[in-house]
């Protein structure tokens, strides 16, 4: 009964020196990503990712949370997740359509690609469509130059993709 | 561990190995082909048939044909094929056991494959990235043995400055000279690290070696941490590589659990942990003091060299920083020794250099090729040339590399022949352009790069690029004058001279490049 009661509230106290207020779980596990990089400071951009992970993009709250937790300015916090193109501070849509405008892929008619796709869905590059099921967003370079065009459909590689094919894989997503 | 260990875990493993070895690439390439699917297709058909006591299907890494991909090679028989669907998988086994199958050969005495010289590939795709016993087995680990064991540190280094090696990453620093600064620094806590941020668009090479040899990387890490003196490694890594990252860890885990990694490496006085560290898409930090910022986890902004991160890197201490395809030479240098290196190449760029082939050309995928092979033979003889046209220009290096013209195709590759052209040797990136290319657009590519890769911090490469974009953007819309495009040469030596980092540096190169070569493509612009 002793040995209960010392456990719950061993684990109340360690619950509650670190917990975000609101109660998600998903704290819980950025707060063991954080304990397993000991705190370190120099870990900040694997915690981000991680928080993106989980949460889907980094809210001011989230950001004040990791700069709580890592001591470390709220400025560096946004600094970081702000130079770093993959870290995104607004909402992603269901689906993600990302297109790689490399060399390789520019060179085998990416830009064309981009613009039916973007007409197709009728947003730009970098936005989310109104009904937030698909988010359309460029690559620098995912490295598949061997077959090229290539485009990243919720975290799959495709390769070869012409404009037509593209459109028919998200037609699905936003109809 | 002991050596006696080593070897007899690579005599275990080869006596396990099947007489029949079907390879499956399962790189990003072929996976984005549905290759997954075609190995677990011909897993069950060898089941099916009654095959398992001698044919093994193996998941390798990329062996290089990435545009016919999915590939699947079969050893020893070297027959290989190419564009394998699932549902010719099956058939492939069957073709093992006197039948027929639909699947496309390929045919492996191309000269794309045979004017290969493979030393950093050796290993990719013959061996599964995600077993360790594998790498053993094809000599893995031997080399770091040797050096732990045979040789002091400063031979070590000794050796790798007689092999002539040179950085791989674009700027061909010697590697020995980089390693003998950082070596010379008094004792104390020092690094190692691995830049994988291949940022260049285009190039792949050092996403290939790492997801097909991560170990032959892992290796030259510590051999590396042994000869400078330093007991700790960072790998940089792309986040847009998950495949590389995943098949790190694995890697790192394994040799740990060896002991080939960790405390006491090879039961020796020698520690060296590897901690990954994952980027977040920033093309400068591939620039070294940008990656060491970025290390510690700050934003990628580059800072003033000297002190050069030899004496002054990663949180104020001696830092080795060496290119992902640098490090994977290092352990068949000290295994095959300085000489047999050095008479690989030419005078001043030894050994060889994997390039990734993109663009307009028939044959699409990474080589590995001698220094010294001829622009012409990669494009023309191992490429397949253009498909339906002629080639007008080759890119290499990327954003900070330049255009060179069909007519100097005969040049030979190597740092100081592409340097004279106003190109560099770079990472590797080799986009071929056609006819129908615009080299002005082409131009207009990279300074769109730049202008969003520039960290910002100083005010020629983040208010130059800019300009430059706009002045490109101006002559392709046909609205600009000749006082633009002076304007334009003279922004891009203003540029080139003044700026604090390499981005900056050479972020002109391919509008320099191109106004050399092609600059009636300019002027036509202008004057219509």
Not at chain 1, 158 to 166: F, G, I, L
Not at chain 2, 209 to 225: C, K, N, Q, T, Y
Request: aromatic letters at 6%; a neutral charge.
């Amino acid at each position: 009964m002793d040995s209960t009661s010392v456990k719950v509230k061993g684990k109340a106290t360690g619950v509650t020196a670190t917990a975000h207020p609101s109660g998600d779980k998903r704290f819980k596990v950025l707060d063991v990503t954080m304990k397993r990089h000991r705190y370190q400071q120099d870990a900040l951009i694997e915690i981000l990712h991680k928080a993106q992970e989980l949460f889907g993009y980094l809210e001011d709250d989230l950001l004040l949370y990791v700069a709580h937790s890592l001591k470390l300015p709220q400025s560096k916090v946004y600094g970081v997740a702000t130079f770093y193109h993959l870290f995104s501070l607004k909402p992603k849509g269901v689906h993600t359509c990302v297109v790689c405008t490399g060399t390789a892929c520019y060179v085998k008619g990416a830009q064309t690609l981009l613009a039916t796709v973007e007409k197709f869905a009728n947003i730009h590059a970098g936005e989310t469509t109104p009904d937030n099921q698909l988010s359309l967003t460029t690559a620098r370079c995912i490295g598949a130059c061997g077959i090229a065009p290539a485009v990243v459909f919720d975290g799959k590689v495709a390769s070869q993709v012409t404009p037509e094919a593209a459109c028919d894989r998200i037609k699905d997503w936003i109809s | 561990m002991e050596l006696t260990e080593l070897l007899e875990i690579g005599e275990k493993e080869r006596k396990q190995q099947k007489n029949i070895r079907v390879h499956c690439c399962t790189s990003t390439g072929c996976q984005a082909a549905n290759s997954l699917l075609v190995k677990k297709e011909m897993e069950q058909a060898v089941v099916a048939n009654g095959l398992s006591d001698r044919v093994q299907v193996v998941g390798v890494g990329c062996m290089g044909f990435c545009g016919m991909g999915p590939i699947v090679e079969i050893e020893p028989q070297d027959t290989l094929y190419e564009k394998v669907t699932p549902e010719q998988a099956p058939s492939i086994i069957e073709a093992l056991n006197g039948g027929e199958t639909t699947a496309l050969k390929g045919d492996p005495n191309h000269p794309f494959f045979a004017k290969q010289l493979k030393i950093v590939r050796e290993n990719s795709g013959k061996i599964d990235p995600e077993k360790i016993e594998e790498y053993i087995a094809n000599g893995g680990y031997q080399a770091l043995y040797h050096a732990l064991h045979e040789m002091t540190p400063a031979e070590v280094v000794q050796e790798i400055t007689k092999s002539g090696l040179r950085g791989r990453g674009g700027a061909g620093f010697p590697t020995g000279l980089k390693w003998a600064t950082v070596a010379k620094m008094p004792t104390g806590q020092k690094y190692v690290i691995c830049n994988g941020d291949e940022g260049d668009p285009g190039a792949f090479m050092d996403r290939s070696v790492l997801e097909s040899d991560p170990h032959r990387v892992l290796e030259g890490m510590a051999i590396a941490g042994y000869a400078i003196g330093a007991n700790q490694g960072y790998l940089y890594v792309r986040a847009e590589y998950p495949l590389a990252i995943h098949r790190l860890e694995i890697a790192i885990k394994q040799g740990k659990k060896l002991g080939l990694l960790g405390s006491q490496v090879f039961g020796s006085s020698f520690d060296f942990r590897i901690d990954i560290r994952v980027g977040a898409g920033a093309f400068v930090c591939g620039e070294e003091t940008a990656l060491i910022s970025s290390v510690e986890g700050g934003r990628g902004n580059p800072r003033p060299r000297p002190p050069y991160p030899a004496q002054s890197g990663l949180w104020g201490n001696p830092t080795l920083i060496n290119n992902v395809e640098t490090l994977a030479n290092i352990a068949p240098i000290i295994d095959r020794g300085a000489d047999w290196f050095a008479s690989i190449g030419t005078e001043k760029s030894k050994g060889t250099k994997i390039f990734s082939l993109t663009g307009k050309i028939r044959n699409n995928g990474l080589i590995e090729v001698p220094m010294g092979i001829s622009l012409r033979e990669i494009v023309e003889n191992m490429g397949g040339g253009v498909p339906g046209g002629s080639v007008k220009a080759v890119q290499t290096g990327g954003p900070s590399g330049g255009c060179i013209p069909a007519t100097a195709l005969d040049t030979p590759v190597d740092y100081e022949s592409l340097a004279k052209l106003g190109s560099i040797m770079g990472s590797g990136g080799m986009v071929v352009l056609d006819q129908d290319s615009s080299m002005v657009e082409i131009a207009q590519f990279y300074m769109d790069f730049c202008r969003g890769e520039t960290c910002g911090k100083c005010i020629p490469c983040r208010a130059g690029t800019v300009q430059m974009y706009q002045a490109l953007t101006k002559i392709l819309n046909r609205q600009a004058t000749m006082d633009d495009l002076e304007q334009l040469d003279q922004l891009c030596e203003m540029v080139k001279a003044t700026s604090l980092c390499g981005l900056g540096q050479s972020a002109p190169n391919p509008v320099l490049s191109t106004l050399r070569y092609f600059r009636h493509e300019y002027l036509e612009l202008i004057s219509h």
